[in-house]
């Protein structure tokens, strides 16, 4: 049998192995927070923003963004019908309805139009989320945003490297959130990352992710609201700077195997892959392809395809609309029918230049099968 492609690793080095040894021989007591704060400002600096506090997930660093909004019970938060439920489940444990609207043929991201004709006097926030790299339309959110008096939430878990015109994703909302889940460009096993620009949301959220104990709280273990536990250990964070003294290097090699498959499948009618718009850059999380309603291609095709040739690949976001505990209905039509006909491609940092042309060649079998 062939030897078997997974679909993601991580790519650590003796580096990380080095400053997570040092973090857990050394960095207890007075050091407990030093490759937190380091990390935090290395990250802060790399997307340009003025503040940044690591987390235990993305989940977490979005749960509590919405509560320092003020999103709670009877409010509204609209977001894409095609996610994963991390994306919504923070609006729901907030007692908040979350409001799916269906997607862009292109981007497979929100559509801005049906986010404006959603928006009621219920409506608390908008949830921009950058599926597998591929980016929001930003400004006309934003414009909408504004219109409305709406914050524009940006969930960049799978966006870390992609830039819409000159701005790192991530950084253009009223916060946004990053993951560094194993399956991640930049990992750090699990934990993720709250940013903002906005100087009393971050004082609010920094409160939250601390039992609820403020900055600058004299007494000892008082804590000044009842706040979370989604904070980052010290060795996790330790892995992270190692991380993030190579996140040139990871994103580039993220971006080459996405652009390899390009090459691959040039010419390759009915397929399409994600998207990288003039003035923008795709991060290149997750390399997807979506085949045309007219190859008669579905989603059970092509896993039965890849198994068969011993790759590991995954199916592309069912509609959260369709989940019983968020609906169960039908999805919206073109998450739907996107979802129905598309796979997510093997996209490890190492993978050989053969190994593509094997995933590659299953594809192309596809279209003539």
């Not at 927070?33 to 923003?49: K, P």
């Not at 009877?74 to 919504?88: F, K, M, Q």
């Not at 404006?116 to 219920?122: C, G, V």
């Amino acid at each position: 049998m062939k030897a078997r492609i997974l679909y993601t690793k991580p790519s650590v080095t003796e580096l990380e192995v080095g400053y997570a040894t040092d973090a857990t021989r050394n960095g207890w007591g007075e050091r407990c927070y030093d490759y937190i704060h380091r990390f935090e400002a290395q990250f802060r600096e790399h997307l340009g923003v003025r503040h940044a506090i690591a987390t235990s997930s993305a989940t977490g660093a979005l749960h509590m963004g919405m509560a320092a909004l003020g999103i709670g019970p009877g409010d509204e938060v609209i977001l894409a019908d095609t996610n994963w439920i991390a994306s919504a489940a923070p609006i729901v444990h907030l007692g908040a309805t979350p409001v799916f609207v269906d997607i862009l043929a292109d981007s497979w991201c929100l559509d801005p139009a049906l986010v404006e004709r959603a928006i009621t006097p219920r409506t608390k926030a908008i949830l921009a989320v950058h599926l597998y790299g591929n980016l929001c339309e930003m400004d006309a959110l934003r414009a909408i945003g504004t219109a409305h008096g709406l914050p524009v939430i940006e969930d960049a878990a799978e966006a870390l490297g992609s830039v819409w015109h000159g701005r790192r994703a991530g950084s253009m909302g009223a916060f946004g959130a990053f993951s560094f889940h194993g399956t991640k460009t930049l990992t750090t096993g699990e934990g993720g990352m709250f940013v903002t620009n906005d100087d009393a949301l971050f004082d609010t959220v920094n409160t939250l992710s601390n039992h609820g104990r403020a900055r600058g709280q004299a007494r000892q273990f008082w804590p000044d609201m009842v706040g979370y536990k989604y904070k980052m250990s010290n060795v996790q964070a330790a892995i992270g700077c190692g991380q993030m003294e190579r996140i040139g290097e990871l994103v580039a090699r993220k971006r080459a195997i996405f652009h390899r498959y390009r090459a691959l499948l040039a010419g390759c009618d009915g397929i399409a892959l994600n998207p990288e718009p003039a003035g923008c850059e795709n991060g290149a999380w997750m390399p997807t392809a979506v085949f045309a309603p007219a190859t008669g291609v579905t989603r059970e095709a092509l896993q039965a395809a890849f198994a068969a040739e011993n790759i590991d690949a995954r199916v592309f976001f069912h509609p959260l609309s369709s989940l019983p505990v968020l609906g169960g209905h039908a999805g919206q039509p073109l998450a739907a029918g996107i979802a129905a006909r598309a796979i997510n491609l093997p996209s490890y940092h190492d993978m050989t230049d053969e190994e593509q042309q094997r995933v590659a060649a299953v594809l192309r079998g596809m279209r003539h099968g």
